[in-house]
């Protein structure tokens, strides 16, 4: 009977993750082609080549800034490179959104270096040009900043685990130090690359903030506009069911990758690479490369935020901002149960019943994580707010009372919406956690008389509590940053802190914007550092001799 109500629990968990996007799709083609054709003639080609323009930038620089940072600091010992193990993951902690208000804020024509140049110049406005950072490239240098993490922390994962026996064969060959890495270190690491990028380009098309701030016309702006500018419900199903399908198929594309990455092996040969040591100017070059994505996606934007939160002379501790502050928590906290433990159900699910019906269920509960916040958001909204309409109908026919909205704008409809968008966060550190698990443990338990109940409670709760407190945290924080859901679907009167920081900057108050944008950074701080300590704790390799090199990449002069 217990191991009944789990399985069910859990297929209700994912069927609810799976249903906006269902409804998403069926609102769009169930609208008239009227609206379609419309869209078609107007901006529907604007938005297709703004938003293959901005992937394919953010792809390119986030591959090749996350890539070559986690080539030298998993390869090579150089100033500060134990440092930059950590530095270089903090970008991701940083909004996007608020990264563009910052360089907003600094580059714009009243800005620090706007005003600096023309003071030292004697330059009148109209007398020298300067590159607008409110522009479709500039969002693009403000995604790369905060995105690149993603495709960093997986290479250095792959890089890390391969062997220098294939290397010390192909320099053998006669192969060149750049040839051994594009021939050898860098195709064995291809998969790992390519699922970070296409993590980047989910996140990329995601996006509303930024885009939304420098007024470049994507697919999401197009959604939110369509919705409450336009009133137009089946224009905006209809928009998102375009995102829909180019999302779902980076998920598929994303899915094939990780299969891939799972058949490599590190396979025999003579162990780990050991760090060699770069000294002179290649070893300041490195430290150069990855000081600046450091320094350009969280140093200097911490100091432009803070001075310009001491300029707004707006406080955290003002009672208004706590307001926004427990909204924030609220939805953060309570998303981050809900998600956690529907994402604990299917997990446990799987354990208990491997097979496809299982691998089936957690993709399908994951898939929210490949769509934008947007598309979750009208994929909700639209039937709530249709069955709203048809209760208020009923009520007011029958008993002349009218019931108004009861679901569309409640607090909980935002919290499923932040389940279904971010539950992917959650399965995937649990996944990770119960792997770790002898499956001789479960077994144990049940040759001692334990239920599937017994099992998750007594066994498997305990073991995870680790687990359990890094999901919660990654889901926590991924809330607190989410903007396009959340703008959409808040209830009346009930504003979180990124929402105050999109209308703060939507008003050009750029410096009010800071208080509650720093305040997002510094709780996104907390699962980067542990990120951190997980890849220090898990990535320890053995020290082998090393010898001084004198090139690059792999210190020989080839």
């Known amino acids: 009977?217990?191991?009944?109500?789990?399985?069910?629990?859990?297929?209700?968990?994912?069927?609810?993750?799976?249903?906006?996007?269902?409804?998403?799709?069926?609102?769009?083609?169930?609208?008239?082609?009227?609206?379609?054709?419309?869209?078609?003639?107007?901006?529907?080609?604007?938005?297709?080549?703004?938003?293959?323009?901005?992937?394919?930038?953010?792809?390119?620089?986030?591959?090749?800034?996350?890539?070559?940072?986690?080539?030298?600091?998993?390869?090579?010992?150089?100033?500060?490179?134990?440092?930059?193990?950590?530095?270089?993951?903090?970008?991701?902690?940083?909004?996007?959104?608020?990264?563009?208000?910052?360089?907003?804020?600094?580059?714009?024509?009243?800005?620090?270096?706007?005003?600096?140049?023309?003071?030292?110049?004697?330059?009148?406005?109209?007398?020298?040009?300067?590159?607008?950072?409110?522009?479709?490239?500039?969002?693009?240098?403000?995604?790369?900043?905060?995105?690149?993490?993603?495709?960093?922390?997986?290479?250095?994962?792959?890089?890390?685990?391969?062997?220098?026996?294939?290397?010390?064969?192909s320099r053998t060959l006669g192969k060149g130090p750049w040839q051994s890495f594009f021939r050898v270190s860098l195709p064995m690491a291809r998969p790992a690359i390519v699922g970070g990028v296409l993590l980047v380009i989910m996140e990329t098309i995601a996006d509303y903030g930024t885009v939304a701030h420098f007024s470049v016309q994507t697919f999401s702006t197009g959604i939110y506009q369509a919705w409450f500018s336009m009133g137009n419900r089946a224009a905006a199903a209809q928009l998102a069911l375009c995102l829909l399908a180019f999302a779902l198929l980076l998920a598929f594309l994303e899915r094939i990758q990780r299969g891939q990455a799972k058949s490599h092996g590190r396979g025999g040969g003579q162990g780990l690479f050991s760090r060699m040591e770069v000294t002179g100017l290649q070893g300041w070059c490195m430290t150069f490369f990855c000081f600046l994505p450091v320094l350009v996606g969280f140093l200097l934007p911490v100091i432009i935020l803070t001075k310009m939160a001491v300029v707004s002379g707006q406080s955290i501790l003002h009672p208004r901002y706590q307001g926004f502050v427990a909204d924030s928590l609220l939805l953060a906290g309570s998303a981050a149960l809900l998600t956690v433990t529907c994402a604990l159900l299917i997990t446990f699910r799987g354990r208990l019943h491997p097979g496809r019906s299982s691998r089936t269920m957690t993709m399908l509960a994951g898939l929210g994580y490949s769509v934008p916040g947007g598309v979750i958001a009208v994929g909700l909204l639209v039937p709530f707010a249709a069955l709203d309409n048809l209760i208020d109908d009923w009520m007011e026919a029958a008993f002349g009372i009218s019931t108004g909205l009861l679901f569309t704008g409640s607090i909980w409809l935002l919290v499923v919406a932040c389940m279904a968008r971010f539950m992917a966060a959650g399965l995937n550190t649990l996944d990770a956690g119960l792997s770790s698990v002898s499956p001789t443990i479960d077994a144990a338990a049940r040759t001692l008389g334990r239920t599937p109940p017994g099992l998750l409670f007594q066994v498997h709760l305990p073991i995870l509590k680790g687990s359990i407190l890094s999901a919660m945290l990654i889901v926590f924080v991924d809330v607190m940053k989410e903007l396009p859901a959340t703008l959409i679907m808040r209830p009346f009167g009930f504003d979180t802190l990124a929402v105050q920081a999109h209308r703060l900057a939507s008003d050009e108050r750029l410096n009010e914007a800071a208080v509650p944008s720093l305040a997002i950074v510094a709780i996104g701080l907390l699962p980067v550092i542990m990120v951190c300590r997980r890849i220090a704790g898990g990535q320890k390799r053995p020290k082998l001799p090393t010898a001084v090199p004198t090139g690059l990449p792999d210190g020989g002069t080839g």
């Open 1 to 169: 009977m217990g191991a009944r109500i789990l399985n069910s629990a859990a297929w209700a968990a994912a069927l609810i993750c799976l249903a906006p996007i269902v409804a998403a799709m069926l609102a769009a083609l169930s609208g008239d082609l009227t609206t379609w054709r419309g869209l078609v003639a107007t901006v529907l080609p604007g938005y297709v080549a703004n938003t293959l323009m901005l992937v394919s930038l953010v792809a390119l620089g986030a591959a090749a800034v996350g890539t070559g940072a986690a080539w030298m600091v998993t390869m090579y010992r150089f100033p500060g490179s134990r440092l930059f193990e950590v530095l270089l993951v903090l970008p991701l902690a940083f909004p996007a959104y608020v990264l563009a208000y910052a360089y907003t804020d600094l580059l714009s024509h009243p800005g620090a270096v706007q005003t600096a140049l023309r003071a030292v110049t004697g330059w009148g406005p109209r007398d020298y040009w300067f590159p607008n950072i409110r522009s479709l490239p500039g969002a693009a240098i403000m995604l790369i900043c905060v995105l690149y993490p993603y495709v960093y922390l997986l290479a250095r994962t792959a890089f890390a685990q391969q062997t220098a026996s294939a290397w010390l064969a």
